[in-house]
């Protein structure tokens, strides 16, 4: 299938239960270290939004949404696609000051996504998000909230190997900084990802900064949507995974906008219109308090540590045949 990547001689480390323990190694202890590292509460969170509420992450803007109607209350509800802007709503809510911020199981449906080895119509994923005051919107704050995270994987990973020594420690705790303009420049000849994989490659564990902005050859690195990362603050940590010979993106995060940058950003996109909802309002009126949040991908990161070729031999979702035949004749079992 277009996308598949099958490893030669590919034979998973774990058998099917020990598998299933050392997810639950890997999600009992990064979420707790995940917390402890940028002071974070958890919290519950919604599977289910409405539609008129403007509360739905839009991703690029162009992924249709699972929605039905409700019977009782009226109206159209959506799955979310991730909680990036509920849960800065929800600091507001709670009452969070600066320094303090939440966690969260999220768990979403994304219908348009392509599947394959990294890609799953079903998303499980820790989104977080944390208070910040207006002098920590700045760079040098990113930089260091990113290796917070990358510690607390890396350490993840250390617990991990204790109760399973075959595996590798295939996080690397220092992280190289650069901006997609950058890397750009660096392989100018290259799309997007190969250059995320020639600079993974190289430094194994990247953040990969300032996405969403047009790069002098006209066009993004990436696409992202204009109404919660600030584009000039945000950025994907990418690790490099030696199983596919790829870099693996683990989470995408940033400084979100404030009043000017939202305006901006959807005035750039031709977005204006969302100007409308609650969300956007109280951003520019600022109500809502300035924030840094993000996702960490749950199956992912255990995909990673296990040393796993297909995202599907830790998460159970829905597969088409021909991949699940071709997996199954390569070593790869699918849950």
Not at 4 to 15: E, F, G, S, V
Not at 69 to 82: C, L
Request: proline share 3%.
């Amino acid at each position: 299938m277009k996308g598949l990547i099958l490893p030669q001689d590919y034979k998973a480390k774990l058998t099917l239960r020990e598998t299933q323990r050392a997810i639950k190694i890997v999600k009992d202890n990064f979420q707790r270290m995940l917390a402890a590292e940028l002071n974070l509460d958890r919290v519950t969170a919604p599977l289910i939004v409405s539609k008129d509420s403007g509360i739905n992450d839009d991703l690029n803007g162009v992924e249709r949404k699972v929605e039905f109607d409700m019977k009782e209350s009226g109206g159209i509800a959506e799955i979310v696609q991730s909680l990036a802007k509920w849960k800065r709503m929800a600091l507001y809510r709670y009452g969070y000051a600066p320094g303090e911020g939440i966690y969260t199981d999220m768990n979403a449906v994304r219908r348009d996504d392509q599947v394959d080895n990294v890609h799953s119509l079903f998303v499980d994923q820790w989104d977080w998000e944390k208070v910040i005051s207006p002098e920590e919107r700045n760079i040098e704050f990113l930089k260091d909230t990113v290796r917070k995270i990358v510690k607390a994987a890396a350490d993840t990973q250390n617990a991990l190997c204790l109760s399973f020594p075959c595996l590798n420690k295939t996080i690397e705790r220092e992280v190289f900084f650069v901006t997609s303009q950058e890397l750009e420049d660096m392989y100018p000849t290259l799309s997007g990802k190969e250059r995320e994989d020639a600079v993974t490659r190289e430094h194994k564990t990247v953040f990969l900064m300032q996405i969403g902005q047009n790069l002098r050859s006209g066009q993004p690195h990436d696409g992202r949507a204009p109404d919660y990362d600030d584009w000039s603050l945000n950025g994907d940590i990418l690790v490099w995974n030696d199983v596919l010979g790829r870099s693996l993106e683990l989470s995408s995060m940033g400084i979100r906008v404030d009043k000017n940058v939202l305006r901006a950003q959807l005035e750039q996109r031709g977005a204006l219109d969302r100007m409308k909802f609650d969300y956007h309002k109280m951003i520019c009126d600022e109500t809502l308090p300035l924030t840094i949040g993000g996702g960490v991908g749950q199956s992912r990161l255990c995909m990673q540590m296990l040393e796993r070729a297909h995202i599907g031999e830790v998460q159970v979702s829905v597969w088409p045949e021909q991949m699940r035949q071709q997996c199954m004749e390569n070593g790869i079992f699918l849950l």
